[in-house]
Nanobody, 118 residues
């Protein structure tokens, strides 16, 4: 079973930066897209950003201009560069990778905590 391993979370002051990484325990083939989601306490899990196999990106309005998603294809690794962080960015961040093998399969990371202090 493939596991996604996230890293890079932590505590940062408002205006600071963090870079999240997500790598699978073994190669994943036929990837459709790779993305980041976040969930704050008492709230639903929301999409932050995703990048397709072709390199197209999409961002939540709240992070546009501040966050950048990128990927390393040979390593199946996805990154999220987060700049100018705000307290409202505080959440557990999860990565997700989807692939198509007859049907769509998805894998989720265990989550990494990002806390932004004011």
């Amino acid at each position: 079973q493939v596991q996604l391993v996230e890293s890079g979370g932590g505590l940062v002051q408002a205006g600071g930066s963090l870079r999240l990484s997500c790598a699978p325990s073994k190669n994943i083939f036929n990837i459709i897209d790779m993305g980041w989601y976040r969930q704050a306490p008492g709230k639903q899990r929301d999409m932050v950003a995703f990048i397709t196999s072709g390199g197209s990106t999409n961002y939540a309005d709240s992070v546009k201009g501040r966050f950048t998603i990128s990927k390393d294809n040979p390593k199946n690794t996805v990154y999220l560069q987060m700049n100018n962080l705000k307290p409202e960015d505080t959440a557990v961040y999860y990565c997700r990778i989807r692939r198509r093998v007859l049907e769509i399969q998805e894998y989720w990371g265990q989550g990494t905590q990002v806390t932004v202090s004011s």
